[in-house]
């Protein structure tokens, strides 16, 4: 056994449609998103609203379409990091294709559609429902985490609505034998205020922070995964940290797949540490700063991530 994947991790599981209860139920679900976001930067929701046949539907016709012949898969591909829709693949040189991604912009729908994958041929609708819904429960959660830090239910809600929507679609080939290996998504947080990420099967791994030892994240039937990312980190003033994940290959008959819905600003729209959590006590962090930035410094190929370089270090500077 590869020693990485000994280690489970408890995920909190929140049932968001208590979001909906009375005042005090309420509140019950609103510690349980902050202390989730501040500890495991991780939770899993339940009873969030997206039918399971969407979710399954979307996992299936992604399969379909990585079962296609490289060279139609290949018209996608392309090494500039602003491609609307973008295919890519790591291939070991006796093993084939270990890991596949499909990158595609999914918000707004109508200005993205017709650049998506044509075949197969319900791939465009199925996709769309799949991207819409996501969108959708992702803006919800974000209004709960903003109750969460004491922020307006609505704070960023119009910034987050006019937000783009990236979805990342991986695939990862099974390996046999114990050769354990790290392919594709290697360790990083999501330039994201929020991640919403399916799995068809084992294979994320979070850090956990007491003991800094990687923790498979199990799949939970019907939940979806939340995870913290950057730009929430920068909005919470370091309140909540992005959580650092990764995704190992796996040995079963299976090829493993996740739908990842990135909710992120508009390209250049900057966003700053909330007001109302920086004062004496804590003062500013971070600098401000928008997915252009982001996708600019992935671009440069500088390898520290894109969190650290928008920190505060130098307390000097801070009024
Ligand atoms: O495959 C996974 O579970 C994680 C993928 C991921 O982290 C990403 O696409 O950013
Ligand atoms: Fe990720």
Redesign the pocket.
Known sequence: MGSSTDYNMLVPIIDLSLLQKDHQTRSLVINQIRESCRTAGIFAVINHGIPETIAEEALTVNKNFFNLPLNIKEEFFSPDMYKPVKYGTNQGEAHGILWE?LKLYSHPFEKFVDLWPKSPPDYREIMGNCTMEMRKLSIQICGAIMESLDLEATYLKAEIEKGVQMV?I?S?SSISGSNMKII??SQ?S?FSVI?L?L?SSL??QVMDKNDKKWKSVPVIKGALLVLVGDLLEVLSNGEYKAVL???IRTSGNDT?L?I?S?QSLEMDEILEPAMKLVNEDHPEQYRGCCLRDYLKHRASGESKPFVETVKITNSATIQ
């Open positions: 991604y990342a991986n990862y594709g998504a990083h999501d991640t990420l799995q294979g994320l994940h990764r995704a493993r996740s990842a990135f």
